[in-house]
């Protein structure tokens, strides 16, 4: 284990590394949240068509007119008509009504939920729009590099924030006006954006010890909105989180350094690019990668060959973390049933407790009804006894 301010000699490269890791942690508190919001917004457009077939006939390019401002690469040719070199660019990809009158609408009704009106068609596949809500997610994120992803785990802190601020439907979950330009200043949304593309492209990975505190009073602020995030169990994780990194009072495994320091490797290479002058800092700052990445090595090896007590501890607390997950999955997966389409209701709302009886056999053969049995433990004991008992 080891603490993040004491990475780097410089200080403020340091809190480089910590604003980084306060967006990773942000972006995975407000996941759960934004996932469930994403799900909401789909039922609200399905229920608005009164959907009741699917379709998996059209693709995006069929449900956008030619030429489309912003999607349609439109080549002049002299003498002859124009074409469209994209997406419009063979006859299965034609502008076309939908034949089931099912994806027009659902375009439209996206298009009224997105605040400026201009989805990102580019990212998204219209044969999903009704089986996978990460679909729609896309329509609101960045107009480039969001085509290949699936989920929202796979999704940047970036594309994640732009469906909250370009989707309406959250407008009525938090308790901020979000828009990026008003008298009082951009909301915090818009903050929480700015901040993580300047960190993200930073040309020296530095950040001063102000700026960083005003980063995790941004993403604080965000996590712990009174209207919803302050009841979202996975916000409030993140927020704690937070705080003990703002306050150096945690410690971060290797691995967790181990992988940040990746990220910013590929952060400062691209540096490298913006900013001249910072090539001798950023030198040193891969120099120092290179060390604790052998450290890293070394500390494993370490762990295996030569302190076996430590590696009896990791492993225990791997069994621990398991336990953890293991028990999150089952609370966050399992706890709820479909009992219609597009409704799903928690299982203690439906959960009878069964009439089980223990049946003692007498000598002479007859069955008895006796004792209730409540506990799963009950079915295999008695008292300290283990039990052969048959039930009703
Ligand atoms: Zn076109
Ligand atoms: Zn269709």
Request: charged share 25%.
């Amino acid at each position: 284990m080891t603490s993040l301010g004491s990475v780097f000699t410089d200080q403020e490269v340091n809190n480089w590394l910590k604003a980084r890791l306060a967006i990773n942690i942000t972006s995975t508190g407000l996941h759960k949240f934004i996932d469930r919001e994403v799900k909401n917004v789909q039922e609200d457009i399905l229920k608005s068509i009164s959907l009741t077939a699917t379709c998996t006939n059209c693709c995006t390019a069929n449900l956008l007119k030619c030429p489309t401002p912003g999607i349609c690469k439109i080549q002049r040719q002299k003498g002859s008509p124009s074409i469209c070199n994209y997406p419009h660019d063979t006859a299965m990809h034609q502008p076309k009504p939908c034949p089931n009158s099912i994806c027009d609408d659902i375009r439209d009704e996206i298009i009224k939920k997105h605040r400026y009106k201009r989805p990102s068609w580019k990212n998204t596949s219209a044969e999903q729009w009704t089986s996978n809500h990460w679909e729609l997610a896309k329509c609101f994120m960045p107009r480039d590099g969001y085509a290949g992803v699936s989920n929202i785990q796979g999704t940047d802190f970036n594309g994640v924030i732009s469906v909250m601020m370009n989707c309406s439907h959250f407008d009525g979950t938090m308790s901020f006006i979000i828009a990026s330009q008003q008298p009082s200043g951009p909301c915090l949304l818009t903050k929480a954006r700015e901040i993580s593309n300047s960190i993200r492209h930073s040309p020296t990975c530095k950040v001063q010890a102000t700026d960083l505190n005003e980063i995790f009073k941004t993403m604080l602020a965000i996590l712990e909105d009174s209207r919803v995030l302050a009841h979202d169990t996975d916000a409030q994780d993140a927020a704690s989180k937070l705080k003990q990194l703002q306050n150096e009072s945690t410690d971060i495994s290797l691995t967790d350094v181990y992988q940040l320091l990746k990220e910013s490797q590929e952060a400062s290479e691209q540096a490298c690019q913006v900013s001249a002058e910072a090539k001798v800092e950023i030198k040193t700052l891969m120099d120092k990668i290179r060390e604790l990445e052998n450290k890293f090595d070394n500390s494993q090896t370490c762990v295996k060959n030569v302190n076996p007590e430590m590696e009896d501890t990791i492993y225990a607390q791997k069994v621990l973390e398991l336990r953890r997950r293991l028990i999150k999955h089952y609370t966050d997966n399992t706890q709820y049933v479909s009992v219609m389409q597009n409704h799903d209701i928690s299982l203690m709302e439906i959960y009878a407790t069964p009439a089980i009886h223990r049946v003692d056999t007498k000598k002479d053969g007859k069955r008895k009804k006796s004792e209730p049995v409540f506990t799963y433990k009950d079915h295999f004991r008695k008292g300290k006894m283990s039990c052969c008992a048959r039930w009703s």
